[in-house]
């Protein structure tokens, strides 16, 4: 029986969009939300996924990617 490692190569996940910018990041505004700002993964590298834990910054430098996580704030009454 043998084991097979398979080490997966630093890439980058984001092959177009915004590539201007130095990190995508989105935000949306939800008035009902019990934090003010809560943070979701979209570089599928976090550990505490679905949630950012800044992962990303990592991924980032090793591929010259720009991923960054979607921000929802909790709009301001
Ligand atoms: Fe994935 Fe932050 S850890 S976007």
Not at 2 to 13: K, T, Y
Not at 62 to 70: C, E, F, K, Q, Y
Request: aromatic share 4%.
């Amino acid at each position: 029986r043998s084991l097979v490692v398979v080490r997966a190569e630093a890439q980058s996940i984001n092959p177009e969009i915004r590539k201007n910018e130095e990190k995508v990041v989105d935000s949306v505004v939800v008035a009902e939300l019990s934090k003010p700002l809560t943070a979701y993964c979209r570089c599928w590298r976090s550990g505490t996924f679905p949630l950012c834990d800044g992962s990303h910054v990592k991924h980032n430098k090793a591929t010259g990617d720009n991923v960054g996580p979607l921000l929802l704030k909790k709009q301001k009454e």
